[in-house]
């Protein structure tokens, strides 16, 4: 079992940046992959970023591509997910995920164990 806690969530005005946390304890020698993702209201669970655990390599959507950094302490065991130049369409409840699969993971389906999410709103 790995468990994952994010925080680091809140309200930002649009055009600032927020860097959300997620802690990793557990079986954290398992995981190949740490992923965010983030559900808007009404909306599908969308994958934003994700990280090799322990190769470092990170990969992103266009969506998101320049403005969302993904990072990992292997030593605290956490990772980062840094977000600049905020919009209102960022806002929703993001979430951190840890997969055991030997691929790098893109979607949903593809992970093992998920943290409770955190709120980000972005104001206008």
């Known amino acids: 079992q790995v468990q994952l806690v994010e925080s680091g969530g809140g309200l930002v005005q649009a055009g600032g940046s927020l860097r959300l946390s997620c802690a990793a304890s557990g079986r954290t020698l398992s995981t190949s992959y740490m992923g965010w993702f983030r559900q808007a209201p009404g909306k599908e669970r969308e994958f934003v970023a994700v990280?090799?655990?322990?190769?470092?390599?990170?990969y992103y959507p266009d969506s998101v591509k320049g403005r969302f950094t993904i990072s990992r302490d292997n030593a605290k065991n956490l990772v980062y997910l840094q977000i600049n130049s905020l919009k209102p369409e960022d806002t929703a409840v993001y979430y951190c995920?840890?997969?055991?699969?030997?691929?790098?993971?893109?979607?949903?389906?593809?992970?093992?164990?998920w943290g409770q999410g955190s709120q980000v709103t972005v104001s206008s």
């Open positions: 990280i090799g655990w322990w190769s470092g390599t990170s």
């Open positions: 995920a840890a997969s055991l699969g030997s691929e790098i993971p893109t979607t949903r389906a593809r992970y093992d164990y």
